[in-house]
């Protein structure tokens, strides 16, 4: 069984979907909205397993929601306007319906859908976050099973992970699908310094710095300890008036 919302800003196109839907009684229908701004506030109540989601729409687009979720369903594009399908597909979402289309062109969506085992919209929202501001404010990581968006302020610090980064805040570790160097390209460096090639920190979450002989210690404020190793000592040197 799956869970499903409809969002589309026509009444039309909202009623054919129910309609296709009913050959299909594993999927149910948990609610419908027609704008952005209500797809988003009912997508983080209802927690959908499956999105069908208009791309123009009042608010924001079906892009812009996607960026706003706090978990993130499986997502069918629904729409008039061709020229969104190749960002779709770059992108990975489960499939691109362009109106009017017929059942068996919907059935084919459901059977794209049924043979996906994975969450499609991790990587089209990874790139929508990253991409939408020169520094995000938000980022996708994995907790548990879910998908979900955190604030970059929130975050302690961040170490290598193999080819992933792990995002630490407070007592909670979250798994990010950029690596270490991929982040610090895209975090502000007026907070986030690189002090070692597998550790990122955060600048205010810093509770205080420790000198030895030829090395430093940074204390965060959670109560981690982060060693700076001799490469990037000039980062740390640089913070020092």
Do not use: C, W
């Not at 990587?123 to 970059?152: A, C, F, H």
């Amino acid at each position: 069984m799956k869970k499903v919302i409809i969002v589309d800003d026509e009444s039309a196109g909202r009623q054919l979907i129910k309609e296709y839907l009913e050959d299909f009684p594993e999927l149910i229908l948990l609610g419908e909205a027609n704008n952005g701004v209500d797809a988003v506030k009912m997508i983080n109540e209802f927690k959908p397993d499956l999105v069908f989601l208009d791309v123009q729409m009042p608010g924001m687009t079906g892009f812009d929601v996607l960026t706003h979720v706090e978990e993130l369903p499986q997502i069918i594009f629904s729409t008039a306007y061709d020229q969104y399908a190749l960002k779709a597909f770059d992108v990975h979402a489960v499939d691109y319906l362009l109106k009017p289309y017929t059942k068996d062109r919907f059935k084919v969506a459901i059977e794209r859908l049924q043979q996906n085992t994975n969450n499609n919209a991790r990587p089209l929202t990874e790139s929508l976050l990253m991409d939408k501001t020169q520094y995000p404010d938000r980022i996708l990581v994995q907790s548990q099973n879910k998908l979900i968006t955190v604030g970059i302020d929130d975050v302690i610090r961040i170490e290598a992970y193999g080819d992933y980064s792990k995002l630490i805040i407070n007592d909670k570790s979250y798994l990010s699908n950029y690596g270490i160097s991929a982040l610090e390209e895209k975090l502000n460096p007026k907070s986030f310094i690189r002090v070692h090639r597998s550790s990122i920190i955060n600048l205010n979450k810093v509770k205080e710095l420790n000198k030895y002989t030829k090395s430093y210690d940074v204390t965060m404020q959670n109560g981690d300890v982060v060693r700076v190793s001799r490469g990037y000592m000039d980062n740390i040197k640089k913070l020092m008036y």
